[in-house]
């Protein structure tokens, strides 16, 4: 009987063996693609509506009541940032800022000096998300993104229907070390954005991350936070995105007319 010890044998089984291995890997890699990307989009969809104000209890991270909740009180509308223009001929699921910031018609560059968030490019349309009660608008929802310490940070600020004033701000992802930069996560800081008026009595957006902690008599104690100890380079980041999304540049025009208009 032939020996089955040969290294063309051995070679031939390992081979078989990595070859069926990396089928099965690449199959469920692309069969759980679309899975994957309803979860993210659902994961976002959570996180927007906790902006608008809903529990963790509310939402019990059901997908169903998510998805459904979603559809029935958030309305998505596409603006156009240079000139705050509601776009409402324009399908909100054409809204691809990835995309966008790899074409330059779609998108722009922005100078060194001015990229205060690190982002290099800012789409040119980006959607945003409102949340209206008995047909009255509660929050005005802004997707905002910009570099932390490690990594790019992705979240929402929602204002209060005045648009001076903020309603919360959280983050859905970043890389940043947990317990340092981590720390933006942590309910109690978050708490603290809560009421904020970011902009000056010019409209510039002011509100400041600071070193240390609030002074609460201080004159500027309504645009300030405390930073976080340890992760000061997180905080400067977390600062300097949300200036740049409530800038002129950013969703300043739309601001001006959302708030006025209640589109
Ligand atoms: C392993 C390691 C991870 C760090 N992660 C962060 C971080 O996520 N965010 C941050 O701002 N600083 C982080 N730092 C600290 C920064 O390098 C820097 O020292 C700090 O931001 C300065 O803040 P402080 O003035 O409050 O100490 C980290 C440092 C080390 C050694």
């Known amino acids: 009987m032939p020996s089955n010890d040969t290294i063309g044998k051995t070679l031939a089984v390992s081979v078989g063996v990595c070859v069926v291995c990396s089928i099965l890997v690449a199959t469920s890699a692309v069969g759980l693609r679309e899975r994957q990307m309803i979860n993210e989009r659902n994961d976002v969809n959570q ?47 054409s809204i691809d800022d990835a995309q966008a910031a790899r074409n330059s018609k779609q998108s722009k560059a922005i100078s060194g000096g001015e990229d205060i968030a690190g982002i290099k490019r800012r789409p040119n349309r980006r959607l945003v998300y409102l949340f209206r009660q008995d047909g009255q608008l509660k929050r005005i929802i802004l997707p905002v993104y910009g570099k932390g310490l490690w990594s790019t940070l992705y979240g929402f600020l929602a204002l209060a229907p005045d648009g001076q004033t903020i309603e919360s701000l959280s983050f859905y992802k970043h890389a940043e070390t947990p317990g340092l930069g981590g720390e933006i996560d942590n309910p109690r800081w978050k708490a603290q954005w809560v ?47 949300v200036r740049y999304w409530l800038s002129d540049e950013g969703y300043g025009p739309a601001l001006d007319k959302l708030r006025v208009s209640g589109n």
């Open 47 to 93: 996180n927007i509506l906790a902006a608008a104000g809903f529990s963790a209890d509310e939402l019990d991270g059901n997908p169903r009541k998510i998805d459904r909740l979603f559809k029935e009180m958030i309305e998505r509308k596409v603006v156009d940032l240079d000139t705050g223009e509601i776009l409402a001929d324009v399908d909100p699921d």
């Open 195 to 241: 009421g904020k008026k970011p902009f000056d009595e010019n409209g510039e957006p002011v509100i400041a991350v600071i070193k240390g902690s609030v002074d609460p008599d201080g004159p500027n104690a309504s645009r300030q936070i405390d930073g976080i100890s340890g992760a000061t380079l997180t905080g400067r980041g977390v600062m300097n995105l």
